[in-house]
């Protein structure tokens, strides 16, 4: 196939990524652009392996055999709940595929003893360390959100000092390889072992709970690992996709960063949520709460004529989607409206509430996010909250002395009652307590999720 | 600096602000789509991955080649299929029954 030839099938294929995010603009022709995508993917896969680089087959087929067989596995068995582990690993494999490549491209040069371009180089240097970051920086954050390593920021003294000596080495390495001729690997090698380090030291000092923004971030790594391999190959779709995706992980790591109200570097560097961060401001001692019934959570319920589910990730922990499903319907029954209110971190990831309850059946067109949600909170006869702590805290509007003031919250002291379902008075994941829970206008209803929400289901039916 | 690598530069900065347009309208609720996705068009890595495979360099490079294609594939193939459950499952309100 022409050189040119197949540029042009490249650029077919850039064409078909950025039709298909543009139809993730709504859940109707989403499918339909992820379709056009993974269309592009395949062609740009087909070109590949059409062009004349490409002598041996064999071990291409056992490659793409083997990596699709678990791709596919993967995708295939993942639980919704654990979504953020899955694209954790798959940032991750997306990063040490680049490493690879660039690492390839480097022996390659050595090997046929070939000086490599200055430009060339330097971009092997850029994905290598990127590729290596992406690796190991996605595998600890696997490893935290799949709780086989404390979620707890992992800090030790001078941590910054020495994380900031390693990024200078890896820099030093890299620029003396550019600069000075001749190829060597030992350097090379070193490099990619310190970078890898690096990836690993950068996620250690973050948090569980703060996983969100990292893996957003590391999702923009990925992208940023496979633009710099495209510079290496001197690929112009690789390029593309790319800088598609380093936006993509940007953005979304930036509106999560906002909807807790930190910046980026407090995320990044703050080793936010260790026993430092739990002082609670209020203390709770001489506050009563109400504690209702079934029964009479049930009747509010039933003739409430605007219910608002506010979900937190309680909900999920214990397993209450399709419970809580079964309650809105039956509540609709009754000639009720209901709303779900999405925080953006409800989940454990951007968007995850909204999947775990799609999985439920909860038509989209019911879950309302924050900002629309809030003003419509004074014509709620209830709110009912499921497992949801910290982004339903009047702390963060009124109490300037809380760690979480400032942070956008759903503002479920505005409606006309609360109901609040919690397994105990624990406070939630920043260990802040809240006042939600002593308001005269809340009644809270103790138990587990699920099983509280069934009686609800069980109590409503037989009115 | 060689043309090709001004070229380069040049697409990736066009492509990043068309990335911040079309990702900042996709609505809050199809984000964990949206990262699962982009995250398998990263995968696109395996057009190199595919390229160090094929070639004929020596075993260390084949084998190089081969643990490439497998993540890159796992990216892809895993990337868009657990996206594509994702999206199977959002419905509108009128079509439920």
């Given at each position: 196939m022409p050189a040119g030839l197949a540029s042009l099938i490249y650029l077919v294929s850039a064409a078909l990524f950025i039709m298909g995010i543009k139809r993730l603009q709504s859940p109707d022709t989403a499918r339909n652009g992820n379709l056009m995508s993974g269309l592009g993917m395949l062609i740009a896969i087909v070109v590949t392996l059409l062009?004349?680089?490409?002598?041996?087959f064999h071990v291409i087929i056992a490659g793409v055999i083997v990596g699709g067989g678990l791709g596919f596995w993967m995708a295939r068995s993942v639980k919704m709940t654990s979504m953020p582990q899955m694209v954790a690993l798959l940032n991750g494999f997306g990063g040490g595929a680049s490493l690879l490549v660039a690492g390839a491209e480097f022996l390659k040069a050595g090997m046929f003893g070939e000086p490599l371009a200055i430009d060339t180089n330097i971009t092997i240097q850029l994905g290598t360390l990127i590729g290596s970051v992406t690796l190991t920086g996605s595998f600890i954050a696997f490893l935290k959100l799949q709780e086989l390593m404390s979620g707890k920021p992992l800090t030790f003294p001078l941590q910054k000092t020495f994380n900031a000596l390693v990024f200078l080495a890896i820099a030093v390495l890299a620029v003396y390889q550019v600069v000075?001729?001749?190829?060597q690997a030992e350097i090379y090698y070193a490099m990619v072992g310190l970078s890898l380090l690096l990836g690993v030291l950068l996620v250690i000092p973050i948090g569980g709970a703060d996983m969100p923004v990292v893996i957003a971030l590391l999702n923009s790594y990925s992208g940023i690992a496979a633009a710099m391999t495209g510079f290496v190959i001197d690929n112009q779709v690789l390029i593309v996709a790319g800088a598609l995706v380093g936006s993509s992980g940007l953005i979304l790591a930036n509106i999560m960063c906002k909807a807790m109200n930190r910046s980026l570097a407090n995320v990044l560097f703050g080793a936010f949520g260790g026993d430092s961060a739990g002082g609670s401001t209020k203390s709770a001692e001489g506050l009563s709460v109400n504690e209702v019934s079934v029964e009479d959570a049930a009747l509010r319920l039933a003739y409430a004529r605007l219910v608002i589910i506010v979900p937190g990730y309680g909900l999920a922990v214990a397993q209450a989607q399709h419970a809580v499903r079964e309650l809105a319907d039956l509540i609709r029954k009754n000639g009720g409206e209901v709303k779900y209110a999405i925080h953006?971190?409800?989940?454990?990831?951007?968007g995850h509430m909204n999947v775990l309850l799609a999985e439920a059946n909860?038509?989209?067109?019911?879950l309302v996010e924050m900002d629309d949600i809030n003003p419509q909170f004074p014509r709620a006869d209830v709110a009912l909250v499921i497992g949801a702590n910290d982004v339903v805290n009047p702390a963060a509007h009124?109490?300037?002395?809380?760690?979480?003031?400032?942070m956008p919250i759903?503002?479920?002291?505005?409606?006309q009652s609360t109901i609040v379902m919690k397994r105990s008075m624990n406070p939630g994941f920043a260990g802040i307590q809240n006042e939600l829970f002593y308001h005269q206008k809340t009644s809270m209803l103790f138990g587990d999720a699920k099983a509280s929400l069934s009686a609800l289901v069980g109590e409503i039916k037989s009115l | 600096m060689t043309e090709s690598v001004i070229l380069g530069i040049v697409v990736f900065t066009l492509a990043t602000f068309l990335g911040f347009e079309l990702i900042q309208r996709v609505p809050p609720t199809l984000h964990t789509p949206l990262m699962s996705g982009s995250n398998a068009i990263s995968g696109i890595t395996i057009v190199g991955a595919l390229i160090i495979a094929g070639g004929d360099f020596g075993w260390i490079s084949q084998a190089i080649g081969f643990a490439a294609v497998v993540l890159a594939m796992i990216n892809v193939v895993g990337g868009y299929s657990v996206t594509d459950r994702m999206l199977r499952m959002f419905r509108k309100d009128s079509e439920s029954s």
């Open positions: 062009d004349q680089q490409i002598v041996s000075v001729p001749g190829h953006p971190v409800a989940g454990r990831m951007p909860v038509p989209y067109d019911q009124n109490d300037p002395s809380s760690p979480i003031y400032g759903i503002e479920v002291e505005n409606a | -």
